[in-house]
Structure formats: structure tokens, C-alpha cells
């Protein structure tokens, strides 16, 4: 399989439906916004989406985040049948979640690091960026270590997380 860093497309947002804006910075940068939906906000989790067009086909992307997570993820269901549904999982730090059900932002740090899964099959991405990152000194030693325990944690765990993801869709009334 090839890097997964290709170009996706927002598409239209659901009108009427609040909004979050998604702010994501890599150390040193001043970052993305992307503007997304709210699907939901509970105590420690939100969860947004973010309709895409990817080379395969359109996606809805699902996106929860946990405040106390050293990750977040990216679950994409395609709107074709037949297209595999693919997750991604980036390592972060400092997340915020400024969210009512009115809407608001969530915010981190990008660390570089992404995991993403295909039909059970693992690849990870980014290793190359985390390594320059750490030759020029933009990741500190707390950074390094968070990078080494999200991936621990992810390698672990992502059959576990992403059956979680699907059930927490689920109950929201989403095809996951």
C-alpha cells in the first residue's frame, strides 16, 4: 500500500448543523483549520465529521476526540459500497476541546507520527517527518516519549479502538 498523504476535498457541509472548527499544528507551525460538523459531545469526547472527496470516492470523515488520549482518529466511511473504510490515527498532544452543543474548536498538536489501517492491514506514516522534527530540535525529549507511548499504545490497541469508534458511531445512528 502507498502513503494515504494524498489531497482530499471538503465537500459541502449539512446546513444548519452546528459547526467545529478543527485547529491542528504540527510543533512550530501555525497550523490548519478545517471547518466540520458536530455529531455529538459527551463528558471528555467529541465527535465531528467532515464530508471529503478522496481519490476512491466520497467519505464522510469521523472524527472523535478524547481529551485524554495520546491520539485522535479519522474514520472514513465511504458512501459507495464496496470502497474499504479506512482509519487513521494521528499522535498528539494538548488537546482541547472547546465544544457545546452549539459548536466550538478542537485543538492540538500534531506529532507527526499517523497510523492507518485498511482491511486489518497497519501502515505507518510520517516516520521520515518525526525524524527530521527531532534532527532540527522542533520535538522536545516530553514529545519523543509521547511519540514512543502513542505508539505502543496504538500498535496494541487499534483493533480495540477502532471496534470502539464503530460502536460509539453506532449509537449515534451512523453507518460505521
Known sequence: MTSESFTYRALPLTPGTPGVIEAKRHPGDEGHRFECELVATRSGLVVVRLPLEAPYGAVNS???????RPYNVYHL???????????????????????TDAGG???????????WVTDGVTMWEDEEDVEAARASGVLSDA??????????????????????VRSTLRELGVRA
Do not use: K
Open 62 to 68: 469521523y472524527g472523535p476526540f478524547w481529551a485524554r
Open 77 to 99: 466511511v465511504p458512501r459507495d459500497p464496496g470502497v474499504p473504510i479506512r482509519t487513521r490515527f494521528d499522535v498528539l498532544r494538548d488537546m482541547r476541546l472547546d465544544v
Open 105 to 115: 474548536e478542537v485543538s492540538y498538536v500534531d506529532l507527526y507520527l499517523d497510523l
Open 143 to 164: 514529545d519523543l516519549a509521547r511519540i514512543v507511548r502513542g505508539r505502543m499504545v496504538l500498535e496494541r490497541g487499534y483493533p480495540r479502538i477502532i471496534r470502539e
